[in-house]
């Protein structure tokens, strides 16, 4: 039997795609998925197959997926549910492997979709076909520029997240955000009704995957919570995972079995489970980024004491609430680091931690600081804030990718807080690897994710 990795390949590295529902009418779902395609310039082939067109956006087309003279390996359906069973027969006598449905019509709707979903998923185990799906919007791989999503949804940039989503709207919704942020994504994959390949297997295909640094997933149940435990203990050890979880409450938990009809389950169960397969729980789909960019971007703390520089007092203290919050120790500074700040600064600048340099602070103050508690044996991570003055301009910037480049054992993470044009500038910090936030708090959350990882790692004896 071949493995999960192999299996899935099929899914992110296919050399050709069919589009069983293509359109050659704007704005229809099977119009999109091929514009999608063709825009995103996927490196394989493509074949929209329908039977009343012979060419859709410039593709020659096939009336059905029998007629295609050339190896698929990797079809998405897109019509009406009650044909999908037919679609997927002639699937499996083409030879194809994996199967995304983004049809919608089946066991999220009621009784009669369940059955129709039973039926697609025996015909799929017969000709051994691997389903994503059903009532999906599809999936993305920035390293090959495949884009099979029937939403109008932008390429991402090049990023180490592998983000998994049951919702597909709100998923959807959540990478447009990222492309607004120039969060940069490796996989996208919406699994809708998982009536066949779930989050777990995904998990394990992504531990494999060498673009991939941390896995993100939004889930509102798990089907298999055994499977889902003991593949979560196992690539937590390498890599980590993050997870909103949706229906904390009574009604969030009947909302979310009438999406997808999935079983949420109680609630503490599931965190519970999270910890103790080392899963990081995030609390909404702001955080659940911000964690996986820190995560993705930075290396684990060399020590447990973190350093907060600033350039303002109130931010500092709300990042030192937060580390307490999440059990994180503020390092106690060696003499000779508190000397060096000392040495450039005026008599008002507070060099225990955390380093508030003043209002007044310039760029080399601030640049100078931040050395110095990298170079401390005593700080394993920084938090960095600015609030953009006068005498702190945008040179900081560069500083601060500088700082990251020379020191690539600690980490670090940057809260920018000012007006809206500093969005431009943690574009540029995320380009370089560097996590920069609006706020200390968020940066502080951050950084912690590091901290908490690299303790479960030290834990099960995986560092």
């Not at 390293?143 to 049951?166: C, E, H, V, W, Y």
Request: aromatic content about 6%; hydrophobic content about 45%.
């Amino acid at each position: 039997m071949k493995s999960i990795v192999s299996q899935l390949k099929l899914f992110f590295e296919p050399n050709a795609i069919a589009i069983i529902g293509a359109s050659r009418t704007e704005g229809k779902l099977g119009n999109n998925i091929v514009k999608n395609l063709l825009e995103a310039r996927f490196k394989g082939k493509i074949f929209p197959v329908n039977p009343k067109s012979t060419e859709i956006l410039g593709l020659k087309t096939y009336p059905s997926i029998k007629e295609i003279p050339e190896k698929v390996d990797l079809a998405v359906i897109i019509v009406p549910a009650n044909v999908v069973p037919q679609v997927l027969e002639e699937c499996g006598e083409k030879d194809i492997r994996a199967v995304v449905i983004e049809s919608a019509g089946f066991s999220e709707i009621n009784e009669e979709g369940k059955k129709l979903e039973q039926q697609v998923v025996e015909i799929a185990k017969k000709h051994g076909i691997r389903i994503v799906g059903p009532n999906c919007v599809g999936h993305l791989n920035t390293a090959n520029n495949l884009n099979t999503s029937f939403a109008r949804l932008d390429m991402p940039t090049k990023g180490g997240i592998s983000f998994i989503a049951q919702s597909g709207a709100f998923a959807v919704a959540l990478v447009e955000w990222m492309v607004s942020e120039g969060i940069g994504l490796s996989k996208f994959i919406s699994v809708g009704n998982k009536c066949d390949v779930d989050d777990a297997d995904l998990i394990e295909y992504l531990a494999h995957d060498d673009q991939t640094k941390v896995v993100t997933l939004y889930i509102e149940g798990v089907k298999d919570g055994r499977k889902f435990m003991n593949i979560a203990k196992e690539v937590t050890r390498v890599k980590p995972i993050l997870v909103l979880k949706a229906g904390r409450s009574i009604a969030g938990a009947r909302a979310a079995a009438s999406h997808t009809g999935a079983l949420a389950g109680q609630d503490r169960v599931y965190d519970a489970v999270f910890k103790q397969c080392g899963i990081i729980r995030a609390r909404d789909s702001e955080e659940l980024f911000d964690l996986g960019r820190s995560l993705a971007y930075q290396p684990l703390p060399p020590s447990d004491g973190v350093a907060i520089v600033t350039n303002a007092g109130g931010p500092a203290v709300m990042a030192a609430d937060v580390c307490e919050e999440y059990g994180l120790k503020l390092a106690k500074l060696e003499n000779i680091t508190k000397q060096k700040i000392s040495s450039i600064s005026p008599p008002w600048v507070v060099t225990a931690n955390p380093v508030d340099l003043s209002g007044d602070c310039d760029t080399n103050r601030f640049t100078v600081a931040m050395k110095s508690v990298l170079d401390d044996p005593n700080v394993g991570g920084v938090i960095a804030i600015a609030t953009m003055r006068a005498l702190i301009g945008l040179e900081v910037i560069g500083a601060l990718i500088e700082l990251n480049r020379i020191y690539p054992h600690k980490p670090f993470s940057v809260a920018l807080i000012g007006k809206e044009e500093l969005l431009q500038q943690r574009k540029r910090l995320e380009k370089e690897n560097v996590p920069a936030f609006p706020s200390a708090e968020r940066a502080a959350r951050a950084i912690a994710a590091l901290f908490s990882y690299k303790r479960f790692k030290e834990k099960v004896g995986a560092v």
